[in-house]
């Protein structure tokens, strides 16, 4: 067990990481990422009030339907990301840990009259990940969640219990996220774990299959000094939200788009075997420093070691040999594409 | 002596003839976890007790191994470069790390024998 971001997580269960990351590859595997922030906002305007804070297009967004965006400083920097969801009569937001006080600050600070954000305190949220997941789900009565494409979200029953699934994760497979009540989450939980295919996994597994996914994790790989033109999160920005440029940031985002920015979060893989963790240097074949790791580790599906950082957008193309500094050796490496396991989503 | 001896930092020694090979107790491989990669010193390199000479790398972090014992490095495990589990699998078997010729052949029977280990490990 360890401390994040004021809660006590496991960062393994008896398993261990390599079996935690290998069932969630080949079977399914639960997480409990109750620590995330839930929220709901409602009003007329809601959707235009949350888009002067996101550059992701929140109006085009059907009711029953999430996406992934980003929260940006007025200096363009990103305070977090996070997920959005049309419920029909109100929007459903998961913010992360770390960032939900403040998230949900900005956001409440941001809204015109009429439009309110509601914090979801009492509720927990647990992430059911793997190729088995849809079955897992089926099994236990969940039909509707089952027959959710990619992205899709609904309020339905598992096990008996209410819930609010989506079809989505942080892994890179296919997969849901189950909000449900705190005081039904044990049960829920434990209804998940009786089947035959499931196994709980911690946090150790979670961090190596979202580097394998090429996933960022907000504090290392997002920041407030990175953009989302940096972080290469450009998909995350609506065609309409270009050409309106109405959301906080949109000055440095618009420029960077422009001129092209000085740094880009890139894919690294090491030759050899060892793992180049967050903060490694990476420097030119000539020895010019270029930027540095901002995750690293290890890839258990791969087998190799995996790592994300930024490096000047000269040597940020695929296959560009760079060199990580690992103890004060320089590694071998390359610019990779991400992710680096393909994503197995339910298209 | 042939049997274990162990540092306070979790590392093992034994007598194998005239030198001392060394490894991390089962104890520390499970703190660690699955280990992927290690990294082992130059053989010849003259290592004081306490000294980090050497790098483990499990999914969750890297630690540093150091010599339990003054001396020098005369034999690394290069098994370990291509199959590091077996630091897992037997830590005071296969698993070991290298090999150290002691400067004084009596400073491995300084450290704790078993029965000390065990203890200590009470008081983490």
């Given amino acids: 067990m360890v401390p ?13 990481i390599m079996a935690e990351h290998a069932q969630c590859r080949d079977k399914a595997a639960l997480f409990d990422v109750s620590h995330m922030g839930q929220g709901t906002l409602r009003g007329e305007g809601a959707a235009a009030a949350l888009e002067a804070l996101t550059p992701g297009d929140v109006q085009i967004l059907k009711p029953g339907r999430q996406k992934y965006a980003l929260l940006t400083a007025e200096d363009g920097g990103i305070l977090d990301d996070f997920m959005v969801a049309n419920r029909g009569d109100h929007f459903f937001l998961v913010v992360n840990a770390a960032c939900k006080d403040q998230d949900f600050d900005h956001i409440a600070a941001h809204l015109p009259g009429g439009v309110t954000l509601e914090r979801w305190d009492d509720r927990a949220l647990l992430a059911l990940q793997g190729p088995a997941a849809e079955a897992v789900m089926t099994r236990l009565g969940a039909a509707e969640a089952a027959a959710l494409p990619f992205m899709g979200i609904v309020e339905t029953k598992v096990a008996g219990i209410p819930v609010l699934a989506s079809r989505s994760g942080y892994t890179g497979e296919d997969g849901f996220e189950i909000s449900v009540a705190a005081d039904k989450a044990d049960a829920l939980a434990k209804a998940l774990l009786a089947d035959r295919d499931v196994a709980p996994a911690g946090l150790g597994a979670r961090d190596s299959l979202r580097l394998e996914a090429g996933l960022c994790l907000y504090g290392n790989d997002i920041d407030r000094t990175t953009s989302p033109v940096e972080a290469g999160l450009v998909w995350t920005i609506g065609k309409r939200r270009r050409s309106e440029w109405t959301f906080l940031g949109s000055a440095r985002i618009r420029s960077e ?20 963790r967050a903060h490694t240097p990476i420097v030119a074949t ?3 420093a270029l930027g540095e790791v901002t995750s690293g580790g290890f890839g258990p599906t791969l087998a190799a070691p995996v790592a994300m950082g930024y490096v000047a957008v000269s040597h940020a193309a695929d296959a560009t040999p760079v060199e990580l500094m690992v103890r004060g050796k320089p590694l071998p490496a390359r610019i990779a594409p991400m992710p680096f396991v393909p994503h197995r989503y339910k298209r | ?12 020694v034994r007598f194998d003839g005239d030198v001392v090979t060394v490894g991390i107790s089962d104890h520390a491989q499970t703190a660690l976890g699955d280990v992927v990669f290690v990294e082992l010193p130059e053989v010849g390199r ?3 007790a306490g000294e ?29 470069t291509d199959n590091p589990g077996l630091v897992n699998a037997e ?8 090999r150290i010729e ?20 009470e008081t983490l």
């Fill in chain 2, 46 to 48: 003259e290592v004081t």
């Fill in chain 1, 286 to 288: 000539d020895g010019t």
């Fill in chain 2, 91 to 98: 830590p005071t078997g296969s698993g070991w790390f290298f």
């Fill in chain 2, 1 to 12: 002596m042939s049997e274990l001896r162990f540092s306070k930092d979790h590392e093992w």
């Fill in chain 2, 52 to 80: 980090a000479c050497a790098v483990v790398e499990s999914v969750k972090a890297a630690s540093d191994i150091y010599a339990p014992i003054a001396g020098r490095i005369v034999e690394v495990n290069a098994a370990l």
């Fill in chain 1, 257 to 276: 788009l422009e001129a092209g920015p000085k740094r880009l979060r890139v894919g690294i893989r090491p030759e050899g075997r060892a793992p180049a």
């Fill in chain 1, 4 to 16: 994040f971001a004021g809660y006590a997580m496991p960062v393994q269960y008896p398993a261990g």
């Fill in chain 2, 102 to 121: 002691p400067k004084d052949p009596a400073e491995p029977g300084t450290l704790m024998d078993e029965t000390a280990y065990a203890a200590f490990l």
